[in-house]
């Protein structure tokens, strides 16, 4: 099998905006006016010019069209079916840095597309990633690596962020998007797990598991049978009905169990699930309620005193969601009046920063005492998606996104950067060229790049906008060398062009 495909790519060397207030950009799709009815603002931040790696820029869009490209064989598929492997420059080239010990399964998907991966176990530092980022092309990272704006400045040649968590705070995300500089993570790989653990804390409680072995690691036998209920018959009220939600209801299912859900969007139900008109009818109904709505303002204490009081008397709470959702001092209340027969609580306002002895204790939000208190309360640190699976499917769902960047230019998931793709280059397409131009959101900057695309055969394209930021994909046939060069060279002096690849 053969490989390599080129890329040239050019990082504009002058003024980027610098990390300050986004404007709001007016997104488009596949709008080639949108740009010029989009504002921008003027900054300073000052990047080098960069050529490919192991060779000059003149001499990589050269290479674009004479690369080789590395067919895959679908038996009884066309070439016309089969998509045309894009990747930039010759294999080997691409250099990704790998901090924290991110999955196994990641480094080896890396590693097989031929990147050159650099792993380590540990953090680095600002300092340490400020004298050795300009190397990499990608960096893949947990939550402990700090990507400040100045390591950004210091990456001439970085393209891809993956965050192989979920929280991406770690990242200044405006930086990075300024910098051309797409960020990846994994929000949802660990929806099973959490799924999962509803399922456990809802039997937990309604047998009050919790409270009878706590009992007994101190010595009391207390057999008892009243109060304690099957899940078998009773009625799970989700609220959220996303990735995690959805998941639970066909588990509760399995287990006979009744489901309803309120959900923002009419959505279609999974099972024998339904679909509830309000919130408060589901409250009325349900025998446990249990939380899968984002942290938004409008989920801000969404379960108050009224939608506790709303619940069905002995009905139980589940909130592995936010912290931010429960106003716990309402929560504690109904507990204590008994109104409430139990509550599971992952997610907390405040949470402690670190694992350590006499963390969760009053000075955090005020009222932890009196929530340990509580009978039949399930209390736990935040690890409703921590598993190993979990882990392992973060890892299989960043590195994809990596590739498919790297190689393909699509964005779609990309937390801090216009979500932009195009259908697959096939085996039948000759002479295409992908160029792949994140630009500046600034008036006239499609019409410019329309300009010097408008005497080439344009067969697809696709732009958005992102705050001050637009990317624009297209895919461009019927190229030869000397049209490379010149497309190359007009598009990376263009005065929008923060970042320019094109792959082929
Ligand atoms: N405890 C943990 O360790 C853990 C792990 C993963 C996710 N989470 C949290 O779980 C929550 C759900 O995650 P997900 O992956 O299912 O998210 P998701 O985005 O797939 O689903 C959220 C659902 O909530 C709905 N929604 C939004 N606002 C709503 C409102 N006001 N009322 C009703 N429904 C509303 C949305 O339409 C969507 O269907 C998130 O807050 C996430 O941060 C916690």
Not at 388 to 408: D, F, P, S, T, W
Request: a neutral charge; glycine letters at 8%.
């Amino acid at each position: 099998m053969e490989n390599g495909h080129s890329q040239a790519f050019h990082r504009a060397p002058a003024s980027v905006s610098p990390p300050t207030g986004f404007a709001q950009g007016q997104g488009s799709f596949s709008g080639m006016m949108a740009a010029g009815q989009t504002h921008a603002r003027q900054g300073s931040m000052s990047l080098s010019p960069q050529s490919p790696p192991g060779s000059s820029t003149a001499a990589a869009v050269n290479g674009v069209l004479s690369a080789r490209s590395r067919a895959v064989s679908i038996p009884g598929h066309s070439a016309a079916q089969v998509p045309k492997m894009l990747t930039p420059f010759d294999m080997g080239d691409i250099r990704i840095l790998l901090l924290e010990n991110v999955s196994q399964g990641a480094v080896d998907m890396l590693r097989q597309q031929g990147y050159q991966v650099d792993f380590h176990k540990g953090a680095w530092s600002e300092e340490e990633l400020c004298e050795k980022i300009h190397n990499y092309h990608a960096i893949g990272i947990r939550s402990k690596t700090k990507l400040t704006a100045k390591v950004f400045r210091k990456a001439p040649k970085l393209l891809v962020v993956g965050c192989f968590c979920i929280g991406t705070n770690q990242v200044d995300l405006t930086a990075a998007a300024k910098a051309g500089v797409a960020v990846f993570n994994s929000p949802f790989a660990n929806s099973r797990s959490v799924a999962e653990l509803v399922i456990g804390e809802m039997i937990a409680l309604s047998r009050q598991l919790v409270d009878r072995a706590a009992e007994m690691r101190t010595g009391e036998w207390n057999k008892v049978s009243k109060g304690c209920y099957e899940v078998r018959g009773k009625v799970l009220g989700i609220v959220g009905y996303g990735h995690i939600g959805s998941q639970l209801s066909v588990l509760a299912e399995a287990m006979g169990m009744s489901v309803i859900y309120h959900d923002v969007l009419p959505l279609m139900p999974l099972g024998s699930a339904r679909q509830t008109e309000s919130l408060n009818e589901l409250l009325a109904h349900a025998d446990f309620v249990t939380l899968h709505v984002p942290e938004l303002p409008e989920t801000k204490n969404m379960m108050g005193a009224a939608q506790l009081a709303q619940m069905k008397k002995g009905a139980y709470l589940l909130n592995n969601a936010r912290g931010t959702v429960v106003d716990i001092p309402a929560l504690i209340d109904s507990l204590q009046s008994g109104h409430l027969a139990g509550a599971a609580v992952d997610v907390y306002p405040r949470e402690p920063k670190a694992n350590a002895k006499d963390s969760f204790v009053d000075g955090l939000n005020g009222w932890e005492s009196r929530l340990r208190a509580c009978p039949n309360v399930i209390l736990t640190p935040h690890i409703g998606g921590s598993t190993e699976e979990a882990q392992r499917m973060i890892g299989i769902e960043v590195a994809n996104a990596l590739i498919r960047y790297i190689n393909y230019g699509g964005s779609v998931g990309s937390v801090n950067f216009p979500e932009v793709d195009l259908r697959v280059i096939t085996e039948a397409d000759s002479r295409v060229v992908r160029i792949c131009y994140v630009h500046q959101n600034q008036p006239g900057s499609l019409r410019a790049i329309n300009d010097i695309l408008g005497s080439h055969n344009v067969d697809k394209q696709h732009t958005d906008s992102f705050k001050d930021v637009a990317y624009l994909m297209a895919d461009i046939s019927g190229v030869d060398d000397d049209d490379v060069r010149d497309l190359y060279d007009k598009i990376t002096k263009t005065d929008a062009n923060i970042l320019t690849r094109l792959l082929s």
